[in-house]
């Protein structure tokens, strides 16, 4: 594939499953290039999230390859991932989404030239949790992970290697909240607190357990602030980074989010901008 956007199909365990992928105009395909794979919301799609994200810019200044691939459900928008946590009728329903990333990540080299050390992956919402399930079982392929808005929500988390993570999370969050699920979660779902998220990580990494803070400038008037924890260096010099937004909703940071009632979204950092710094830093040991 040349420069441009593209939509493809590959048939996982007899389901014909679908991804776009953004190649940026300065390719070269005599050149490794590194991939992010940007994992939708639910109820949404990969155009949607192309669209809320901005990666695709992102990829275009900085020289990456981004893929969205598209969840299951009900036709081609109102889609999930199977990142863990569903019971009931709705969990059986689920294909192995691990196994469709796996199946893309075996394609991609035959459409592109891929650098296998550095393959990343994003999401928001039920799109952050499949980061952390790719984070658990896919380990060996997958070199860093910035989930937006998504916590874990796998009982065990068993990497085969250290993982570095970047997380985003609103405090005001209503879809994800920040404390863990309460009476507004659905009662077929269930996902860790961003405390116990961080804490697993900071684990299996084997992070100090105390972070280093810093409050960012407040430079836009937009009803929040941040605080950035790092924790690490730890195995392989592996870290976990946390976004505390204050006052944040379910929002992807530095982007005008187009659904209102999701809460604010903060203007003084950028997620794009800082998990792409954070991805530089860390190819597959």
Known sequence: LGPGDYTRTLEVSGRERSYLVHVPPKYDPKQPTPVVLAFHGAMTNGPIMALASGLSDKADEAGFIVVYPNGTGKGSLLLVWNSGGFHGPMAEKLPDDVAFVGAILNELPKLVYVDPERVYATGISNGGMMCY?????LSQRIAAIAPVSGTVSVEKSRPRRPMPVMHFHGTEDKLVPFQGPDERTAKFLSFKSVEETIRIWVNIDRCPMK???????????????????TYGPGRGGAEVVL???????????????????????????????????FFKKHPLK
């Open 133 to 137: 399930r790719l984070a658990a079982e």
């Open 211 to 229: 972070p280093k803070t810093m409050d960012v400038p407040d430079k836009v008037d937009d009803g929040t602030t941040v605080r950035q924890e």
């Open 243 to 277: 976004f505390v937004i204050k006052g944040g909703g379910h929002t992807w940071p530095g982007r005008q989010w187009p659904v209102p009632w999701l809460g604010k979204t903060t203007r003084d950092i950028s997620a794009n901008d800082l998990m792409w710094e």
